[in-house]
């Protein structure tokens, strides 16, 4: 898969990821509102039951009066038996009322125990998405130090395409020098001009570096007009190579001095040059 194609795949990923970190924290707040909630419903049902059993303490005691009273009374039968009738009907609405908050009370645990069951889900989650980003960060990792790797080994190969080309404009100012000394024309080979290879981050070429041990340094600029001295063996292509970093743009330096090179074959050494 190219490397811009897994970029894309892994910022996705990630920022999927996120969305969904972000929805289950939701959901955990929510849960836990709930379950805030039903703990409050469960005290108040127990406070409730309480008030409850006290009322029918309170229905007891109040049997016991009403059978004090129809000991008492055994000449009204009648009341006495409307007494005991109303103290059972009394009794048995009690213990629905204590039944049915038992089961609320019931109802309100299984609620407590279901939002402990999601906490815990909740949890899991996290641990889910967290083993989630460290893939995803061990991925954008692996391709940070591929892209790393790719950039050094282009930036080694450009670096000895351009030692080579140094060192054939170095041959062939040391040919042009031979030739002038023992008169014989010199015939410039072709050369074996590097194919540019483009970096993230192209730094200056060696070869300018190189090149530079057989000119002279050029004066800084102290305005945007710059100035180049020939010296012996230099001919445009090597001066074009040490200011453009490419020996095809010689053409421009001849432009810029028109009134002093006729022709590229005119240079001399000596020569003050308009670098532009």
């Known amino acids: 898969m190219p490397l811009l194609a897994l970029s894309v795949f892994a910022t996705a990923g990630v920022a999927q990821t996120t969305d969904s970190v972000a929805q289950l924290r939701r959901d955990f707040a929510t849960v836990q509102q709930q379950r805030d909630t039903f ?35 055994e000449t009204s039968a009648v009341e006495a038996t409307e007494a005991v009738r109303a103290q059972k009907e009394a009794e048995m609405t009690v213990d629905m009322t204590v039944r049915a908050y038992a089961i609320k009370e019931q109802e309100a645990a299984d609620a407590v125990e279901a939002a402990k069951l999601a906490a815990e889900q909740q949890l899991a989650a ?26 050094a080994a282009l930036a080694t190969k450009a670096a000895m395409q351009n030692e080579l080309y140094a060192a054939q404009i170095r041959i062939e100012n040391l040919g042009r020098a031979l030739a002038a000394r023992s008169g014989v024309p010199f015939t410039s080979p072709a050369l074996l001009a590097p194919t540019p290879v483009a970096t993230e981050e192209p730094a200056a070429p060696k070869a300018a570096v190189a090149a530079a041990e057989t ?38 330096i001849v432009a810029a001095n028109r009134a002093k090179l006729k022709n590229p074959d005119s240079l001399r050494p000596g020569m003050v040059l308009i670098i532009p």
């Open 215 to 252: 000119a002279s340094t050029p004066p800084p600029a102290t305005s945007s007009l710059r100035t180049h001295t020939v010296t012996e063996g230099e001919n445009l292509s090597v001066i074009a190579f040490k200011y453009y970093q490419s020996p095809n743009k010689w053409d421009r």
């Open 126 to 151: 996290e641990q889910v998405r967290d083993g989630a980003l460290a893939e995803a960060a061990r991925l954008t990792a692996e391709r940070d130090a591929a892209q790393q790797a790719e950039a």
């Open 39 to 73: 703990a409050e419903q469960l005290a108040q049902l127990r406070r409730d039951n309480e008030a409850l059993q006290a009322e029918r303490d309170a229905l007891r005691a109040q049997e016991e009066v009403a059978k004090a009273k129809l000991t008492a009374a």
